[in-house]
């Protein structure tokens, strides 16, 4: 994980919830008045999807104000796990709305019916939808490149989907205008399929979160290497590593020479809890000191 430029990141993080809520309600409105007057199963479909995106980003933007607020007497780890559990709770969201909106699908797969109005104003808004979302995912970007936010990462997977989405709809409208009728209900029932996709994506992350799940292996070697290269360091053992939010979390023992004192060994340690935590953009460092037998340099210990 490369480390940040310093930017104001709640003021970021703020408004990409605040970006992401405005553009879904937008769309919301779009589409519902393009499902009214053209009863496409497929505009239903993002329609549905739209709403979806209103609920988690909603959703988003309580966890990450939550999750901004500073570690208090209750939560000496600080609140970052709020932006895991608004994750799970987005995927619930979905996943029930993509469960009815397969049944619709369905319905209309057994029981077609032909797109006689609306198809200009449907392609219109599928459009629109296109041009809004690109500019939304260009921010989000943005905000995930200097916050490694994961409620941004989850709101954005949502909008990428959208993108598919939409281009999906417009070749289904059009299909349809031209007498495959059965490519509508097709294209929705894809869609939805796509959605639990998404969902289960998002309960993957939020879970390795919320179970502290170890830091990807690059983070890792990054750690080991800085250890290692310290003339002073023998070895070390029992790194352990999570993230919860934005804060990384790092523990290891650090094996020095048992003759060195205590101030010089709690130097070293500082010293090298200072160079880890710079690897990140927030992260809190605890180093054990563990006292070993000097060795002969080129050999180390457990590592």
């Known amino acids: ?13 703020r408004l990409a919830t605040y970006a992401s809520v405005a553009t879904a309600t937008t769309l919301i409105l779009a589409k519902l008045l393009a499902w009214f007057i053209s009863d496409s199963v497929s505009i239903l479909a993002t329609l549905v999807d739209s709403s979806l995106d209103v609920l988690a980003s909603v959703l988003n933007m309580i966890a990450v104000h939550h999750a901004l607020q500073p570690a208090d007497r209750e939560h000496r780890f600080g609140h970052g796990k709020a932006e895991a559990l608004a994750g799970l709770g987005q995927s619930m969201f979905i996943a029930g709305s993509a469960g ?23 392609i219109g808004v599928m459009l629109l939808s296109i041009v809004a979302t690109l500019a939304l995912l260009s921010f989000q970007r943005y905000v995930i490149r200097r916050t490694d936010s994961t409620a941004i990462k989850a709101d954005a997977l949502h909008y990428k989907t959208d993108l598919l989405v939409n281009g999906s709809v417009i070749v289904a409208l059009l299909l349809s205008f031209y007498g495959w ?39 890792r070697q990054k750690i080991r290497a800085l250890i290692t290269n310290h003339p002073d360091a023998i070895g070390f053992h029992d790194l352990r590593t999570r ?52 060795m002969p340099p080129g050999i180390t210990s457990r590592k």
Request: no cysteine; charged share 25%; proline share 6%.
């Open 181 to 219: 009728d059965v490519v509508d209900p097709l294209f929705a029932i894809a869609i939805a399929l796509f959605i639990l996709h998404s969902a289960w994506q998002i309960v993957r992350e939020a879970v390795d979160l919320l179970m502290d799940h170890e830091l990807p292996d690059e983070d």
């Open 243 to 294: 993230q919860s939010g934005n804060t990384v979390f790092v523990q290891l023992h650090l094996e020095l020479n048992e003759n060195l004192s205590l101030r010089q060994a709690h130097a070293i340690a500082d010293e090298l809890e200072n160079k880890v935590a710079a690897l990140f953009d927030e992260a809190e460092v605890i180093i054990h000191e563990d006292p070993v037998t000097h």
């Open 100 to 122: 009815i909106l397969l049944l619709q699908a369905i319905s209309r797969l057994i029981n077609p019916q032909p797109l006689e109005k609306g198809l200009e104003l449907g």
């Open 1 to 13: 994980m490369n480390k940040p430029q310093q930017i104001d990141r709640p003021r970021l993080l």
